[in-house]
């Protein structure tokens, strides 16, 4: 005789279950403390290829909405030359600057952020002198900017950029960074797609303008389901946060056939909220690992990125947004919301209207 389905939870249990202590906090970044994300306009191979082209309003309703800083995901290897000194076409560097400039006009702060540079990924050896070339090139035409402009050295390293390469030529970066522009603030990326699990492997140097940085998306079977670029084991939809669901979700037969996917939504139909796999403390678990860091290496550290694609319920998004925000602020960690124009869109431009969830569980 099967088992019966575990009862409904409500979304309101998620305020009964207590958060751990708070046993390290980041020093603050000022400028840098509440963030969105511009997504899929600079970063994608050529501007608007995926549906977004950046505008004035972007900046101004970051700024009324009460946000102190953009992100700006820049896909600077798509327009630079394959041979030293990797020349950035002058066009492409014109549409930075413009978008540098609406920051400060709003008076925002932002972060020119390498995107994308998928190749670096897959043949670091490669491509390593590529890129230190155009952060030469990045620093020196930005090196009379104001201390409100940060550079991200390379986004979500990934693949075969593992730390033992990765630390090295970040510490690369950086020397070229310093040659021109011996304060500004550099934010440097973990492994494996900025994972928290992985701050403990990087090396860093001692600069107390040097801030690591992880990205928050656990769980991920929650925050990237159903989602067109994930593999096949991603593709269930139907989770809901917190878990348990109020009845069972069968995950997808590729999600059957990988182990750490099905025991994931073993836990997910069964556990109650306080262990489930899908629950608060998947998050809070997530954060112990970003404090163990902050307490080892006495840095500051930043959330780049964090999100719930619209596959998942609107109250759950909002949820979980609402908690992963709260746990990086209980920590005076900045943070900056992904917001890509298209399944984890944020603002709406043409509409001057943020998305109800993302909304609320970023403000309230």
Known sequence: MPLPPPPPVAIHQV?????????????????????????????????????????????AMAKAAGLDHIRLPVRFSAHAKKEAPYTIEEPFFKRVDWALDQ????????????????????KPAEH????????????????????S??????????????????????????????????TRLIIADS?????????????LPTD???????????????????????????????VVFPGPPAEPVTPVEMGQKTEWVSTWFSSYNSQPIATNSNGPNAIFDYFKLVEAYIKSSKRRVYMGEFGVTDNADPKS??????IVRKEAEKRKIGWAVWDDGGKMRAMNVTSGTWVAPIHAGLFE
């Open 317 to 322: 998004r909002e949820e979980w947004l609402r």
């Open 103 to 122: 920051a400060a006009a709003h008076g925002l702060s932002i972060i020119v952020d390498l995107h994308h540079y998928e190749e670096l990924m897959k």
């Open 128 to 147: 390593a002198d590529r890129l230190v070339g155009i952060w030469k090139q990045v620093a020196e035409h930005y090196k009379t900017r104001p201390a």
């Open 191 to 203: 492994y494996f797609w900025a994972g928290a699990d992985y701050l403990k492997e990087l090396e």
């Open 15 to 59: 305020s009964k279950i207590e958060p751990p202590s708070v046993e390290a906090t980041s020093e603050p970044i000022a400028g840098f403390m509440r963030g969105i994300n511009l997504g899929n306009a600079l970063d994608a191979p050529q501007e608007g290829a995926w549906g977004v082209t950046l505008e004035e309003k972007h900046f």
């Open 149 to 182: 402009v940060a550079f991200e050295l390379i986004n979500e390293p990934c693949n075969e950029l593992k730390s033992v390469l990765l630390n090295p030529l970040q510490q690369r970066a950086i020397a070229a960074i310093r040659a021109t522009n011996p």
């Open 208 to 238: 107390p303008n040097v801030v690591a940085s992880f990205h928050d998306y656990q769980p991920i079977l929650f925050t990237h389901q159903n989602m067109p670029f994930m593999p096949g084991e991603f593709q269930t939809r139907g």
